[in-house]
């Protein structure tokens, strides 16, 4: 499975339209190309198809870098935050399911240097609720590597942001 090969950053933009509502776990978010509205229209297809049932955190790693008292405080010490994740799945049960795994890393950077890296892996698993034709392999990628990092990004972030308040 790849692990973490493409780096994004999320805009806030994404984050407030997930914050507030649960009914939003089965949008489709848009890729930015020009074949927007096809892939939007497959991506809808097999969101229609399956149904997302349960998230689980299946791996967590975190690290602060620097001891707490070392990070700068001031204006002229800002921390930039530098996103990475990436999708994998795998069809079970002769595509009755669809396990999807997110993989994600985030890094709070001082100058340059990573001060706190929170990374780790979700599982959802999607199950089939209609059968309105075969679902083919490159919608199913299509699938969960939009609807997946979208659907855990709500875990992800609050995961994250205790995560690092916890680390200071």
Known sequence: MPRLKSERRIAAGLSAAVAGDAAMAHAVVPCATSSTSTRSLRTGFVARVYALRDVVLAELAANRAKPFHAIATDDAARISVHIEDSADAAPLNDGSELVV????????????????????????????????????????????????????????????????????
């Open 101 to 168: 795994q997110v993989l994600f890393k985030v890094t709070a950077k001082q100058s340059e240097v990573a001060v706190v890296t929170v990374a780790g892996q979700f599982d959802l698993r999607y199950a089939r609720q209609f059968d309105e034709g075969k679902v083919s392999e490159e919608d199913a990628k299509l699938f969960y590597t939009i609807n997946g990092v979208y659907n855990a990004w709500p875990y992800m972030r609050e995961l994250v942001a205790n995560t690092f308040t916890r680390l200071g």
